[in-house]
């Protein structure tokens, strides 16, 4: 309510002022009206001022300065080339104002790159207003599975694809291997599903790094540009990403932790897909894809055991069960099992044969 009053005394005064004095050669009235409406255009831009953040302000007063001073060279260069006239004045005032509104604009466009907490003072204490941004890397759109966690709504803040990651996309879906081909164009329709989402905003930026050959380290230097996040299901880029410092969301991380947890010593029932590395073991999955390793289960490949859990090894790369197949628990439950009387064969079932008495030997 204080604020509103302030404009209005302020657009008020400025009416005011322009009936009194008269700027513009009109009678009193116009005057008047022409500096309402001048009172109101500069309180628009003060309240549309306030919905900027400092470092945009920054960026565009900087900006704004700079592009004057260019002006200012330039207009010393048509002042001295060209003779005196409407057509030189012209084009001083129009370089001048097309400087100052393209530094103004990049400026602000390019404020949020400052860094006013290394100024200290004043700066220091500002509330950090910057968007989050994260990072996509090749591997997890052609995992396809950011897609649905888009879908659910978990991801927050803007959706960075590079466009060197999009150039390594095509030419993956370009490749003449038909494997590498279909990932590729699997990774193309991912895209285009993230774009479809509603609450999530993309950005593709321009932004490469000629001096760097390699895409992760590329994305590693886009993330300490931006402040962001890389979001990537690759081991080697996560390990790299974390020792430069810059944070990392793993979708096998997330993933692992939403898997059901399994204890020591519970049982569970598996299918034993394929022969282990180690002697006498067997392999098998579990729904969500799991390696469940069992010991003296060589031999039952093929077929659905009950084990029990004696170890979980939880990794960044993954989780894997480690258990054990009691053969003389198995035989003891089947041998407690009942026992159901086998049909005989009707072809088995004699009749009985009618028994004739001797006759006497005539």
Not at 112 to 137: H, M, P, R, V, W
Not at 293 to 311: E, F, H, L, P, Q
């Amino acid at each position: 309510m204080d604020a509103f009053l302030i404009r209005l005394l302020f657009v008020l005064f400025v009416g005011f002022a322009c009936f009194r004095i008269q700027p513009f050669g009109l009678p009193s009235n116009l005057d008047a009206g022409v500096g309402v409406l001048i009172g109101v255009a500069i309180v628009l831009f003060e309240w549309r001022l306030r919905l900027i953040s400092l470092k945009r302000l920054i960026g565009a007063a900087i900006g704004s300065v700079l592009g004057i001073i260019g002006a200012y060279l330039f207009a010393l260069v048509i002042h001295s080339s060209l003779p005196d006239g409407p057509t030189k004045s012209f084009l001083q005032i129009m370089v001048m104002l097309l400087m100052a509104y393209v530094g103004l604009a990049v400026g602000a466009a390019k404020g949020d790159l400052l860094n006013l907490s290394a100024l200290g003072g004043i700066f220091g204490g500002e509330k950090q207003g910057k968007k989050s941004y994260k990072i996509l890397d090749t591997s997890v759109i052609i995992d396809g599975r950011i897609s649905d966690i888009a879908e659910t709504g978990f991801l927050d803040g803007i959706i960075v694809i590079p466009q060197f990651v999009l150039r390594e996309l095509q030419l993956v879906a370009d490749s003449a291997d038909s494997l590498k081909r279909n990932r590729g164009r699997r990774g193309l329709d991912i895209l285009q599903r993230l774009q479809k989402v509603a609450t999530l905003q993309i950005q593709i930026v321009e932004d490469d790094f000629p001096t760097v050959r390699e895409v992760d380290m590329k994305l590693i230097e886009l993330a300490k540009l931006y402040e962001g996040k890389i979001i990537t299901n690759d081991f080697n880029l996560n390990k790299v990403a974390q020792l430069q410092g810059v944070e990392v969301l793993n979708i096998n991380e997330l993933a692992n932790s939403l898997k059901p947890i399994v204890l020591p010593g519970e049982t569970m029932k598996v299918f034993i897909l394929k022969e282990g590395k180690e002697y006498n073991q067997g392999v098998a999955y579990l729904d969500d894809g799991t390696m469940v390793v069992v010991d003296n289960a060589r031999k039952m490949i093929g077929k659905t055991i009950d084990i029990s859990v004696t170890s979980v090894l939880q990794t960044t790369a993954g989780k894997m069960i480690f258990g054990k197949w009691d053969e003389r628990a198995a035989a003891r439950t089947e041998s407690r099992a009942p026992i159901s009387a086998a049909p005989i064969p009707s072809a088995e079932i004699k009749k009985p044969q009618p028994i004739m008495a001797d006759r006497p030997n005539e």
